[in-house]
């Protein structure tokens, strides 16, 4: 009788655990997806749109991912409107040109 109430027991700890899992699951469909297309885009503002909703879906106790997946979005339109669809070349690009024009600005100042 003893080992039929520990089976019992053992039982109900098991389907909880499983419905546990299942839940969990559930949770994680949405940032897979989205780690997937991280791995499939090659633009660069594909992959942050998808990083942004990645934060804002990730179940975490603080608020801190949406705020940050918002920003991003926010931040992304942005630069989606201002430029265009953005590559990871065009950044590299924008960068190269940058650094130029500092080290130009600073060779008429110090010399």
């Known amino acids: 009788m003893v080992i039929v109430k ?6 109900k700890e098991l389907e909880e655990h499983c419905r546990l899992l299942i839940d969990i699951n559930q949770n994680l469909k949405a940032p897979k997806k989205v780690v997937r297309s991280l791995l499939r885009k090659s633009e660069l503002s594909h992959k942050l749109n998808a990083l942004g909703l990645g934060l804002i879906l ?5 608020e801190i991912g949406d705020i940050v997946g918002f ?3 926010a931040f992304i339109r942005l630069l989606d409107k201002l430029y ?3 590559s990871i070349e065009d950044v590299v690009q924008k960068a ?6 500092l080290s130009f ?7």
Do not use: R
């Open 84 to 86: 265009g669809s953005l």
């Open 96 to 101: 190269n040109d940058e650094i130029n024009k």
């Open 6 to 11: 520990k089976v019992a027991s053992l039982s």
């Open 105 to 111: 600005y600073k060779e008429q100042i110090f010399n």
């Open 58 to 62: 990730l179940p975490e106790p603080t």
């Open 71 to 73: 920003s991003l979005l």
